[in-house]
């Protein structure tokens, strides 16, 4: 069984910067792709990025890209997604997702897609003030 844990989130003003950190027990994540979604309040479950397993391709929503960054370290099981000019649009609960790291995977469709994933976190809160 795969467990993902999310830190790092919390309360900040409008153009300020959190790190969230996810990280996975109970199977080698290096052998998986990782992505990140956020919901907000009465909103669906929306894409943020992802990164292969390797952590040579990632991938971004329109929304984020530019502003955060996604990586990885293999060794320590942990993905990470680096957030700056944070604005109050990304006041949500920010989720981490393991998925396979197959040749389908690096299609639109797949990897911006929660069904892609097998294993999911409980989620941080990110407030952004304005």
């Known amino acids: 069984q795969v467990q993902l844990v999310e830190s790092g989130g919390g309360l900040v003003q409008a153009g300020g910067s959190l790190k969230l950190s996810c990280e996975a027990s109970g199977r080698t994540s290096s052998s998986y792709a990782m992505g990140w979604f956020r919901q907000a309040p009465g909103k669906e479950r929306d894409f943020v990025a992802a990164?292969?397993?390797?952590?040579?391709?990632?991938y971004y929503a329109d929304s984020v890209k530019g502003r955060f960054t996604i990586s990885r370290d293999n060794a320590k099981n942990t993905v990470y997604l680096q957030m700056n000019n944070l604005q109050p649009e990304d006041t949500a609960v920010y989720s981490c997702?393991?998925?396979?790291?197959?040749?389908?995977?690096?299609?639109?469709?797949?990897?911006?897609?929660?069904?892609?994933?097998?294993?999911w976190g409980q989620g941080t809160q990110v407030t952004v003030s304005s």
């Open positions: 997702a393991l998925g396979p790291d197959r040749p389908w995977y690096y299609s639109v469709g797949h990897y911006n897609t929660g069904r892609t994933y097998e294993y």
């Open positions: 990164i292969n397993k390797s952590g040579g391709r990632t």
